[in-house]
């Protein structure tokens, strides 16, 4: 079984920045694509950024497009930890995000995703 636990949500001014880490337990982390999820309130979850295999057997950062350029994902694999920078955040990117590891590497919808944390509060004041 895999255990997820985000950290670093907070409350933020427009313009700020905040790192969230997703610490993994329990699995072979290095194999897992691992995927950054957000929902706020009323709305569906969405899709951030994932951090999955590809068909050559190498890491490759995948985003939304309403945070490329502004959200990076990266992961340690030697701490079990991926993490989600944010820089330039909006006011919209407010919510509750999560992180999801998909153990057989390919990181496609959120249904590939088999854990899931238990998320964390990003609110980015205007």
């Known amino acids: 079984q895999v255990q997820l636990v985000e950290s670093g949500g907070g409350l933020v001014q427009a313009g700020g920045s905040l790192r969230l880490s997703c610490a993994a337990s329990?699995?072979?982390?290095?194999?897992?694509?691992m995927g950054w999820f957000r929902q706020a309130p009323g709305k569906e979850r969405e899709f951030v950024a994932a951090?999955?295999?590809?068909?050559?057997?190498?890491?490759?950062?995948d985003y939304a497009d309403s945070v490329k350029g502004r959200l990076i994902i990266s992961r340690d694999n030697a701490k079990n930890t991926v993490y989600l920078q944010m820089n330039s955040l909006k006011p919209e990117d407010t919510a509750v995000y999560y992180c999801?590891?998909?153990?057989?590497?390919?990181?496609?919808?959120?249904?590939?995703?088999?854990?899931w944390g238990q998320g964390t509060q990003v609110t980015v004041s205007s």
């Open positions: 999801a590891a998909d153990r057989h590497g390919f990181g496609g919808p959120p249904s590939s995703y088999e854990y």
């Open positions: 329990g699995g072979t982390f290095r194999s897992y694509a």
């Open positions: 951090h999955r295999w590809t068909g050559g057997n190498t890491y490759y950062a």
